[in-house]
């Protein structure tokens, strides 16, 4: 991938969900893992930038997909409030977040971002 990308000078956007509040009570094994990510993204991204790879990420609070109900994963109730701690009081819709990563993955348009992170989280501010 990092030939390709070498090639055009193309964006590289990963992805983790909402880092978990400050004291949270996630689980440490998940809270470790994204603070993995968004390190990992923020460490490589000056390397990457150097050779033309702009390496940024997306962390999306709640949203909506078909994977909150595959495989009954999650009790009803919790997927009825879902969101609802969110200042809009609801999850994000797969077309509210969709933009952030046509954004970091267009050469016209963020040409000049590397190792940012961008959460669109519905208001949930602590999160970052």
């Known amino acids: ?3 390709h990308a070498e090639s055009g ?3 590289t956007p990963s992805h983790t969900s909402a880092r978990p509040r400050p004291r949270s009570a996630a689980p440490p094994d998940y809270a470790a893992s994204k603070a993995a990510v968004v390190a990992f993204t923020k460490s490589v991204a000056s390397h990457l ?3 033309g790879v702009r390496a940024n990420m ?3 609070g709640p949203t909506w997909t078909v994977l909150n109900v595959a495989g009954q994963r999650f009790p ?3 997927l009825t409030h879902l969101g609802g701690s969110s200042p809009m009081g609801r999850v994000a819709q797969p077309e509210e977040v969709a933009p952030a990563y046509v954004y970091l993955a267009s ?6 971002t ?3 992170i961008i959460a ?7 999160t970052r």
């Open 107 to 112: 050469d016209a348009d963020s040409s000049f």
């Open 9 to 11: 000078g193309h964006g």
């Open 120 to 126: 669109v989280t519905g208001g949930l501010a602590d």
């Open 1 to 3: 991938m990092i030939t």
């Open 58 to 60: 997306v962390s999306p």
């Open 114 to 116: 590397v190792g940012e």
């Open 76 to 78: 009803d109730d919790y």
């Open 49 to 51: 930038a150097e050779r």
